[in-house]
Nanobody, 125 residues
């Protein structure tokens, strides 16, 4: 059973950057597409984006397109969410999810093998 852990959250000023990590702790993530989601207080969980197992395909929500990017380092068994030009609206708990498949076809899909515990990102001056 794959397990993932997020790290890298914190407090950042508007316009700043932050990089979140999603690390596989029990098994390789090589065969899993990885998705990032976030949930702000009082709001439903929102999909941020995802990356295929071979890093060939990525998808992003319109709200983060052009500001966020997802990449993976297979040697470190880690997937990153690089967040630039952060806004107060980006404040949320960010979760990564190991998906039950590696390839992506038009969207991230929703079949999740494992969720991380989440990491808080707060954008405020």
């Amino acid at each position: 059973q794959v397990q993932v852990v997020e790290s890298g959250g914190g407090l950042v000023e508007p316009g700043g950057s932050l990089r979140l990590s999603c690390t596989g702790t029990t098994r390789t993530l090589d065969f899993h597409a990885i998705a990032w989601h976030r949930q702000a207080p009082g709001k439903e969980r929102e999909e941020v984006g995802c990356i295929s197992s071979g890093s060939r395909t990525t998808y992003y929500a319109d709200s983060v397109k052009g500001r966020f990017s997802i990449s993976r380092d297979t040697a470190k068994n880690t997937v990153y969410l690089q967040m630039n030009r952060l806004k107060p609206d980006d404040t949320a708990v960010y979760y990564c999810a190991a998906l039950a498949y590696g390839q992506l076809f038009g969207s991230c899909g929703s079949q999740v093998d494992a969720w991380g515990q989440g990491t808080q990102v707060t954008v405020s001056s």
